[in-house]
T-cell receptor, first 115, second 113 residues
Framework: DAGVIQSPRHEVTEMGQEVTLRCKPISGHNSLFWYRQTMMRGLELLIY????????DSGMPEDRFSAKMPNASFSTLKIQPSEPRDSAVYFC?????????????FGSGTRLTVV | QKEVEQDPGPLSVPEGAIVSLNCTYS??????FMWYRQYSRKGPELLMYTYSSGNKEDGRFTAQVDKSSKYISLFIRDSQPSDSATYLC?????????????FGTGTKLQVIP
């Protein structure tokens, strides 16, 4: 398996523009997570999907952020409009079931810079 | 106060040294305790996972949990340059039927040859 695949790897955009980040989880993993990582705050959970259904979106910062999972093999995180404070590395992670026994498998992340 | 506190480092040690990495936490509801390793420009990967207080060993790595003190540690024996990475502690609690994971901010480790 190729692991969790995220695209793009890097994104530079101007303030106010729409940004869409993409994730393909590992086949057979029915839990998917979006995290944001910054130096100051570390890894923060944004949203958790189980079987394509959003279960916990309490970490989504505000209405500018939205996430979808239309099927088991694809998820998107959208920021509209983007702001400089959204600059961070965004990770997608997946795991089988709801358990932690094998840990989360993270993608390599999307480094977002909003100027 | 953050739920999980971790010294950011950086921690620099010579090759072969024993490394001790630590986290403290305030949430008594945390049930599972993990250590992840993150190389530069990569996503974190699971190193160790434990549920109960006590020690768990895996090769050169030992994870220690003290629930009474709300303190967890990761020990690395015979450290190698390839161990140079950021180490994140992580803890989980039941949140509406799933284990919600909270990560520390990470400790950056450099092992010097």
């Amino acid at each position: 398996d190729a692991g969790v695949i995220q695209s793009p790897r890097h994104e530079v955009t101007e303030m106010g523009q729409e940004v869409t980040l993409r994730c393909k989880p590992i086949s057979g993993h029915n839990s998917l997570f979006w995290y944001r990582q910054t130096m100051m705050r570390g890894l923060e959970l944004l949203i958790y999907f189980n079987n394509n259904v959003p279960i916990d979106d309490s970490g989504m910062p505000e209405d500018r952020f939205s996430a979808k999972m239309p099927n088991a093999s694809f998820s998107t995180l959208k920021i509209q409009p983007s702001e400089p404070r959204d600059s961070a590395v965004y990770f997608c992670a997946s795991c089988p079931n709801r358990g932690l026994d094998y840990g989360y498998t993270f993608g390599s992340g999307t480094r977002l810079t909003v100027v | 106060q953050k739920e999980v506190e971790q010294d950011p480092g950086p921690l620099s040690v010579p090759e072969g040294a024993i490394v001790s990495l630590n986290c403290t936490y305030s949430n008594s509801a945390f049930q599972y305790f993990m250590w992840y390793r993150q190389y530069s420009r990569k996503g974190p990967e699971l190193l160790m996972y434990t549920y109960s207080s006590g020690n768990k060993e895996d090769g050169r790595f030992t994870a220690q949990v003290d629930k009474s003190s709300k303190y967890i540690s990761l020990f690395i024996r015979d450290s190698q340059p390839s161990d140079s990475a950021t180490y994140l502690c992580a803890m989980s609690e039941d949140s509406g039927g799933y284990q919600k994971v909270t990560f520390g901010t990470g400790t950056k480790l450099q092992v010097i040859p």
